[in-house]
């Protein structure tokens, strides 16, 4: 998948670096597989877990869409959450009810789930780019007036794009989501990788390793353990 830091992301030696990868690359040593990275735009991640051309995702929401095309590690490996963020100077409030912005154009990327609210909100003007850094020069520029993504991604981006003092977040967060492993249907194996790579994932999160991985990146230690 193309780079989603902190999940996963190539690194300026060309390694593949992130919480996401890192757990899938500890976990695959232990179970005897070798993973080969392919760095793909998520739409096209999410046809080639349909068709079979690609086995794995390190990083995938469970939503009954995708669940069509994939099956589910049981636990999650870490959460996500997902912001609104907007122009600053621009005076947008939020209050946890999306009706209220309803006169507003949203920008979202393509294949991208926000929560299950904003999933299903039919009533929003959304449109949608093909990267995070597409999404953040269509805000600045005035084409959507709330931009949506991760915290830690943005401000990856945002960052290198020079452009961080432009933009602020809107609180509370729109959606806090557990993050699984997934596996392609198209195999003949998908249902016992996904249990082998579960029941390695119980364990793993049990180790002072799995914790300062986390810590590494940020990120608090999930507790939500079961698919929904």
């Not at 999410?46 to 068709?51: A, S, W």
């Not at 579960?198 to 300062?212: D, F, G, H, I, N």
Request: positive net charge; aromatic residues 14%; hydrophobic residues 35%.
């Amino acid at each position: 998948m193309v780079d989603y830091p902190p999940y996963y992301f190539q690194d300026d030696q060309n390694s593949i670096r992130g919480i996401s990868a890192e757990v899938a690359q500890v976990l695959a040593k232990q179970l005897g597989h070798k993973l080969v990275y392919k760095r793909y735009p998520f739409g096209r991640v999410v046809l080639y877990l349909q068709t079979g051309k690609a086995d794995m995702v390190c990083q995938f929401f469970n939503t009954p869409d995708r669940a069509k095309a994939a099956i589910y590690t049981g636990v999650p490996h870490v959460f996500e959450s997902a912001w609104m963020f907007i122009k600053k100077g621009n005076k947008i409030s939020y209050q946890k009810d999306l009706k209220q912005l309803q006169n507003y154009r949203f920008g979202g990327v393509i294949g991208y789930s926000f929560g299950k609210a904003y999933d299903t909100a039919d009533y929003l003007n959304k449109q949608h780019a093909v990267s995070e850094q597409e999404q953040i020069k269509m805000l600045l520029a005035g084409r959507f007036d709330i931009a949506l993504g991760t915290k830690q991604t943005i401000i990856y981006h945002a960052k290198k794009m020079q452009i961080l003092d432009q933009i602020e977040f809107l609180t509370p967060t729109l959606a806090d989501s557990p993050v699984y492993m997934a596996f392609s249907r198209a195999r003949n194996d998908a249902y016992e990788l996904a249990t082998t790579f579960t029941e390695a994932l119980v364990e793993y999160k049990k180790t002072a390793e799995y914790r300062q991985l986390l810590k590494k990146y940020h990120f608090e230690y999930p507790t939500f353990d079961s698919t929904n």
